[in-house]
């Protein structure tokens, strides 16, 4: 009998967790993020790490930038983990230690550290996860862990990566470093980097026409106030 867990069953979770409806604008971002941790949940080969929490942790929030009400954001992140049967704290803090580690290295010390990290006081529980991603020959790359490092590298070192050629170079010499695909990491990125650019555009367009209706309202309001005046 099999009892593997469907995308079904961690949507009809997510909203046991999550009562309240999501915004129209951002359905779109939590489904499909919602689906892709669901998918490598129940994939034999994947394993969590730091670096994934990272990449996961950083979607959300760069992706629901502008979400309203903003005090909806903390249950709807709270409710992907629980619906994927994961932890939101260990996500959280094991994402902060890691980009605490990133605020102090160079882009070149960072990439020498991924290849073979050393333990750091206060980050003891996200060492040996690490490590083991390079001597894994099963490891299951993903999308949030590709983000996991771009976050990683734009903390260390963010105008570097405005250059796509330095990117790309970059992108390679951690992928040979820890056994990843290339060029897998280097599309997986130029999406993410579109749908955050996309994501901009649409909260100038959202903040626009907000500002378009809040001036109307203004308007009819004077309007009408100086009717009675008259």
């Known amino acids: 009998m099999n009892n593997l867990k469907t995308v079904s069953d961690t949507k009809r979770s997510f909203y046991t967790h999550h009562t309240r409806p999501i915004n129209s604008v951002y359905r779109r971002v939590i ?28 979607s959300f929030e760069r992706l629901m930038q502008g979400y309203q009400p903003d005090s909806d954001k903390v249950s709807i992140f709270n409710a992907l983990c629980r619906s994927t049967d994961a932890d939101p704290d260990v996500y959280t803090s094991q994402a902060d230690s890691l980009l605490s580690i990133a605020k102090n290295k160079s882009a070149e010390d960072l990439i020498t550290w991924l290849s073979n990290p050393t333990h750091t006081e ?23 862990f590709a983000i996991g490092l771009y976050t990683l590298l734009e903390e260390a070192n963010g105008e570097l990566l405005q250059d796509k050629d330095k990117r790309n170079e970059i992108v390679d010499n951690l992928a040979e470093s820890l056994g990843l695909p290339g060029e897998k990491m ?16 649409l909260l100038k367009v959202i903040e626009d026409v907000l500002e378009a209706s809040r001036k109307q309202r203004e308007k009819r309001a004077l309007e009408k106030q100086e009717k009675t005046e008259n």
Request: no cysteine; hydrophobic share 35%.
């Open 31 to 58: 489904e499909e993020l919602l689906v892709e941790m669901h998918l490598l949940s129940v994939n034999v080969d994947f394993k969590s790490d730091p670096i994934y929490y990272l990449g996961v942790v950083t």
């Open 122 to 144: 206060g980050a003891e529980n996200i060492i040996d996860p690490i490590q083991a991603i390079s001597k894994n020959s099963n490891f299951k790359y993903s999308r949030p």
């Open 186 to 201: 280097k599309k997986d990125l130029e999406l993410y980097r579109s749908n955050l650019e996309k994501m901009d555009q």
